[in-house]
Every structure is written in structure tokens, then in C-alpha cells.
């Protein structure tokens, strides 16, 4: 029978993975951002958030009028690289984070949180599906009101999440003092 990899290597393995994971997505992010170049990342969030037929419309002839369209067409599918490797940085790293605190019920909110972050990466999957619908020419109101909504819904999770793992490091920081002043 195998035995189970200790508390402490269990521990060293999140860490390690976590940041590697981190440093992968962020490398990534930096690729992506400069093979779309001249589109930015807030023109693609604009797209995400349009609530009319009208306004996505009006966004793709913009992008067709300064040669972003293909970029834009582009975005969607690096997009699912994207949601992976958030999605599993924000895991780990909740769980990584919390895990440092060694509070009971922290550690247990961040397995939550890690499970939590999954949703947001249903939401956006979706989200990208409408998306591609309207820049393939298919726009109705129903997919642009479901891209709006879910890109709402996956950068709320997506902050509530990065917020624990910021409440976390500051619980870690702040005991980490106290048990200086103390010890």
C-alpha cells in the first residue's frame, strides 16, 4: 500500500506549485498581451461587458476599422489557455495561502474558495462561447446579455477569491508580527 506524502512535503508541494503555476500565468498574460498588440485588455473586457446587440456591433466595426478584428477573433481562443491557468493559480493559491495562516478555519476556507474559483472558470468558458457567437457575425441579444452576465459573475468570484488569498497574507503578516513581539 502507498503510503501518503507527509504534512510538511504535502505543504512544500502546494507551494511550489503555486508559484509556479503563478509565474506561468503571469508569463503568459505578458505573451498574450503583446501577440494582440494594438488590442488591449480593456477594449476585450469592453466586449465581454456590452449589454446591447448595438454596442458589441459597434465594438467589432471598430475593430475591423483599426485592423483589431482578427486580434479580437484571437483573444477568444487564448482565452481558454487563460482560464486554465488562472483558474488553477487562484486555486492553489488560495489553498497555498491559507494553508500559511495555520488557522483551522482559513485552511478550510480556502479549500472553499479553490472549489469557488471553478465556477468563475464555468462562467467565463461560457462567457467566451457567446462571445465567439457575436464576433462570428451570429450577435442576438441573448448572447450578449449572457456574455455581460457571466463576465460579471467570474470577475466577482474572480476578486472575492484574490480578496481571501489578500486577507489571508495579511493574517499570515499581521501573527507572523504579533508572535515577533511575543517570542
Known amino acids: 500500500m502507498m503510503e501518503l506524502p507527509s504534512w510538511p512535503a504535502r505543504f512544500s508541494r ?51 476599422n483599426t485592423g483589431k478584428y482578427e486580434q479580437g477573433v484571437k483573444s477568444t481562443y487564448f482565452a481558454y489557455i487563460f482560464i486554465v491557468l488562472y483558474t488553477i493559480t487562484i486555486a492553489l493559491g488560495c489553498q497555498f495561502i491559507s494553508t500559511c495562516t495555520g488557522n483551522d478555519i482559513m485552511v478550510k476556507s480556502g479549500r472553499g474558495f479553490a472549489w469557488l474559483i471553478a465556477g468563475a472558470a464555468i462562467c467565463d468558458i461560457i462567457e467566451n462561447i457567446a462571445m465567439s457567437q457575436t464576433l462570428r457575425g451570429n450577435a442576438s441579444q441573448w448572447s450578449v446579455s449572457i456574455a455581460n452576465n457571466l463576465a460579471r459573475v467570474k470577475f466577482s468570484l474572480v476578486i472575492v477569491c484574490i480578496l481571501f488569498m489578500v486577507a489571508c497574507t495579511l493574517y499570515w503578516l499581521l501573527d507572523r508580527l504579533a508572535k515577533g513581539k511575543t517570542g
Not at 14 to 32: E, K, P, S
Not at 50 to 61: H, L, N, S
Request: zero cysteines; charged letters at 15%; a positive charge.
Open 14 to 64: 502546494l507551494r511550489q506549485l503555486f508559484w509556479l503555476f503563478l509565474l506561468l500565468t503571469i508569463a503568459y498574460m505578458v505573451w498574450v498581451r503583446s501577440y494582440l498588440h494594438p488590442l488591449s485588455s480593456g477594449e476585450i473586457v469592453q466586449f465581454e461587458i456590452a449589454k446591447t446587440v448595438t454596442k458589441a456591433q459597434a465594438i467589432i466595426q471598430d475593430w475591423k
